[in-house]
T-cell receptor, first 117, second 114 residues
Framework: NAGVMQNPRHLVRRRGQEARLRCSPM?????VYWYRQLPEEGLKFMVY????????ESGMPKERFSAEFPKEGPSILRIQQVVRGDSAAYFC???????????????FGPGTRLTVT | QKEVEQNSGPLSVPEGAIASLNCTYS??????FFWYRQYSGKSPELIMF????GDKEDGRFTAQLNKASQYVSLLIRDSQPSDSATYLC??????????????FGGGTRLMVKP
């Protein structure tokens, strides 16, 4: 399966613990995006990364959240000291990118459902 | 604040009918437009994208874009019960937006009744 892969699919953490969510982009894609979907709410952009670079993190909370996309391995979204309000579905998407703006379609992974108890 | 607006629904249509889903956006410089389908508890699935004014057809789906009116729509012909899902409109902003991010509408829930 050459689609976007995310793991774990479900993650339960107690308040104060750390959550690590992983995303491997679709084969050939070098751009990764993280989105969050709170219960009964829409999808909200968090961060956009290329290999070893954060391009846009305007949607990510300033505290406790961080993201990386290393040269080797998956992209990681890390949430430190989780709180109940972090409970949500976290989706990763990936895309190609061309200078003419085409080929930019984003394909989503299955998501990680985070539950904070 | 860039906004993408959709009627939340539910939009109920009988099987075999045409379902018409609408979306408006606030950023006049928006470049690219996408429709995703999301089943309950699942991830968004890309079903159509459109970059130029006019219509784009793919099977039973037609996307329509009118940049002057800042309006994009999705038509589903011969609707099937399996089309019952939430349809998300997404917009990519201006060319100098280094973020390349998508702004999503709240989604329209479609129900196709047998």
């Amino acid at each position: 399966n050459a689609g976007v892969m995310q793991n774990p699919r479900h993650l339960v953490r107690r308040r104060g613990q750390e959550a690590r969510l992983r995303c491997s982009p679709m084969k050939g894609h070098s751009h990764v995006y993280w989105y969050r979907q709170l219960p009964e709410e829409g999808l909200k952009f968090m961060v956009y990364l290329q290999k070893e670079n954060i391009i846009d993190e305007s949607g990510m909370p300033k505290e406790r959240f961080s993201a990386e996309f290393p040269k080797e391995g998956p992209s990681i979204l890390r949430i430190q000291q989780v709180v109940r309000g972090d409970s949500a579905a976290y989706f990763c998407a990936s895309s190609l990118y061309r200078r003419d703006g085409r080929g930019e379609e984003q394909y989503f992974g299955p998501g990680t459902r985070l539950t904070v108890t | 604040q860039k906004e993408v607006e959709q009627n939340s629904g539910p939009l109920s249509v009988p099987e075999g009918a045409i379902a018409s889903l609408n979306c408006t956006y606030s950023d006049r410089g928006s470049q690219s437009f996408f429709w995703y389908r999301q089943y309950s508890g699942k991830s968004p699935e890309l079903i159509m994208f459109i970059y130029s004014n006019g219509d784009k057809e793919d099977g039973r789906f037609t996307a329509q874009l009118n940049k002057a009116s800042q309006y994009v729509s999705l038509l589903i012909r011969d609707s099937q019960p399996s089309d019952s899902a939430t349809y998300l409109c997404a917009v990519r902003g201006t060319e100098n937006n280094a973020g390349n991010m998508l702004t999503f509408g709240g989604g329209t829930r479609l129900m196709v009744k047998p």
